[in-house]
């Protein structure tokens, strides 16, 4: 009955006294589980607890900055059994001004996302009293604030457009006419009226949201052509390139131009051939990316008239990385140890037989764990060049500390080029890493040697650890 009439109630009004100076980000929630008078569970962020918290993203204030002593109110509610916080209204301690848009909400999408501990982000573009909407991941937002990761596509794109057309200088090249960059335009009217350069292909194959063809159609006269799938996406990069001055036929959304989609790598026209190809190698959670090998071999190999002469695959090639750490969080959260957690029921052995033998989306930089070896490369994956990859390899791995080897932490070096590369475990990449939990952990001393087993096969990379 209390469940019903809190998800009946009006929204109320909540503050919340700011105790440090900074910037109003987001607001975090959690729950207290009373299970009676003497006993409690708390899921706050500093208790040591199997669970998350909720992050309701804070947008549309006129002024995020806070000082110790102000008063932060908002509006909850929990319409639908949805828990929404809306109205955010930061008031200073000296006159009270209200900083906020009345009508910012903080409410998303689909509240049900927060079950997910993924929580989508709504950004609305008001235009002509006309509200558009995009909806992003979290992991989209991240990849979108990846400052290293589209400077490094931009300068490798750059590179192959200026190879496969040395007469323009793409690096300063300015689509729209504006800035210090060459117009295009007014360099064909004054070459001749009837010239007009023939453009370079580029087609993005990433999943998700990407902005890699606006950035490739700032390069130079290409047509770059985008693989998003939803309305909501393909909107959203109109609006930007829009934004951007782009002419029209600048961006296209390939699968439009696809009579059977399941074939996405074929020509862009029966006369014309790709200069770039991405493909997404790598998911966020730092998995390779299913089938993007096949992807690879099809545009080398079954389909060889895709690329043009001095075209390129990107990534070429990625190296696979790995190390040995002693990690006692990932044991307790990849499989039951034992009786006594259980107070005494021997549940390990049954539930143990269904346990996930790789743990993904983890921060490596903030991982609790002892390093017992250097990172050494595991595995390389040619995707210019897919015949040449092999699918298992032995690695021999010296300690250079002793302990217990409990986890293998493994990530990757994205090489757009032998110029241009990425590191999935840099901290400030989008990326996350993923491990390979041992099943028994194995000690070991400093300057023994371990042969680790690496098999790649269908895009699943498995380690093991030969004794």
Known sequence: QELKSLAAREPWNLSLPVTEAGILDAIVVWFVLQLDDEHALSTSPSEETC??????????????????????????????????????????????????????????GNEAELCNALAGLQTTSKQDGNSQVCVLESTEIALLNDTPYHECFKAAMSKVLLSLNPSKDLQSMDVDGHGSGIN???????????????????????????????????????RAYSSVEKEQHQAALNVIAEA?????????????????????????KSDKLWSIIILDVIETSGLIQQEVMEKAAISRYIHPCLLHSGGKIFPQYVLVYGMLVESESLLLESAVQGTEPTLGFNIAPFINQFKVPVRVYLDLSALPCVPLSEAAELL????????????????????????????????????????????????????????????????VQVGD????????HKSNISITVKR
């Open 51 to 108: 669970w998350e918290q909720a992050v309701y993203p804070v947008q549309g204030l006129l002024d995020y900055s806070v000082k110790t002593g102000d008063t932060v109110m908002m509006e909850v509610c929990c319409q639908d059994c949805y828990l929404k916080i809306q109205k955010i209204s930061p008031s200073t301690s000296e006159c009270g001004m209200d900083f906020s848009d009345r009508d910012n909400t903080l409410g998303l």
């Open 184 to 222: 295009l335009r007014e360099n064909q009217s004054k070459s001749s009226p009837d010239e007009v350069p023939d453009p370079l292909y580029i087609l993005d194959v990433s999943e998700g949201f990407s902005i890699l063809p606006i950035i490739a159609g700032k390069l130079g006269p290409v």
């Open 244 to 268: 951007n001055h782009f002419p029209k036929e600048t961006l296209e959304f390939w699968l439009s131009h696809l009579e059977e989609e399941s074939v996405v790598l074929q020509r862009p």
């Open 380 to 443: 390389r994956l040619d995707l210019m060049n897919p015949l040449l990859n092999s699918s298992s390899r032995e690695v021999k791995v010296q300690i250079c500390k002793s302990g217990r080897v409990t986890a293998i932490p493994f990530w990757y070096h994205i090489h757009l080029d032998e110029d241009h590369s990425l590191n999935t475990s840099d901290e400030s990449s989008h990326w996350k890493q993923a491990a390979v939990v041992l099943d028994e952990p194995i000690p």
């Open 449 to 456: 040697e371990v042969v680790l087993d690496v098999q790649h």
